[in-house]
């Protein structure tokens, strides 16, 4: 008569086999996401962008054994915080695509995966963003740029003597030619506002918390 093997027995195996199980998926999304070119974008905020992680989890619980994952196993598998996987099985659960199955864990019900992935546009949608994403980021190495550009022109002294400007500099400007123009010379922290008011009233508010405020009238030598 065969023996019984004790619960302590039976539940290091459940738990090496648990252990195997997340490092065969592991593997396999690895590979997956590979091949996919999915862990090499140009850009961390591509990889882990809510659509890509979403399609990412969903490719993940539909190739899991009976369809269900814990879901700090996925955090791991996927190289993301938990607060991520929260956030796409929230949205998932919503539409009605997962259940929650256990206190941690959450099971696919949404059919067929294949074909919800394989939805026409949504590639073309996951392109759109990381355009715009790159996009986002050249408008940021830009300003960064310009920024950096004009901190040295402010910062070199051979700039600093020539910076002014003269009467004839705003009167040959055509932007300003037969309108009322004011000239402001002020400290760096002057703040400006500019009011709406209704049509005919016009304020302009200056104010410096060190330094004086001086306003010239550019007189518009066309309209003598």
């Known amino acids: 008569m065969k023996a019984e093997e004790s619960p302590c027995i039976q539940n290091k195996k459940c738990e090496k086999k648990n252990s195997a199980d997340i490092e065969r998926l592991r593997e396999r999304h690895s590979e997956a996401a590979r091949s ?4 090499c974008v140009s850009s961390k905020r591509d990889e ?9 989890f969903i490719k993940l619980i539909y190739s899991s054994p009976e369809q269900q994952i814990n879901m700090t196993h996925a955090a791991e598998i996927l190289q993301v915080c938990k607060r991520r996987i929260y956030d796409i099985t929230n949205v998932l659960e919503g539409l009605g695509m997962i259940s929650k199955w256990s206190v941690n864990s959450v099971k696919w019900i949404g059919g067929n995966a294949d074909e919800i992935l394989a939805i026409e546009g949504m590639d073309a949608n996951e392109n759109k963003q990381n355009r715009i994403s790159r996009d986002e980021e050249e408008l940021d190495n830009d300003i960064e740029r ?7 022109l402010s910062s070199n002294e051979n700039n600093l003597e020539n910076a002014y400007v003269t009467y004839d500099d705003l ?23 500019y009011p709406r008011y209704q049509k005919g009233a016009y304020r302009l508010r200056l104010m410096a918390e060190k330094g004086q405020i001086s306003v010239y009238y550019v007189n518009n030598e066309t309209e003598k």
């Open 171 to 193: 009167q040959n400007l055509k932007i300003f030619q037969n309108k009322l123009v004011f000239a402001v010379k002020a400290p760096g922290d002057t703040t400006m506002e």
């Open 36 to 39: 996919e070119g999915e862990l």
């Open 146 to 152: 310009l920024n950096r550009e004009i901190a040295e």
């Open 48 to 56: 882990n962008s809510l659509f890509s992680l979403t399609k990412r």
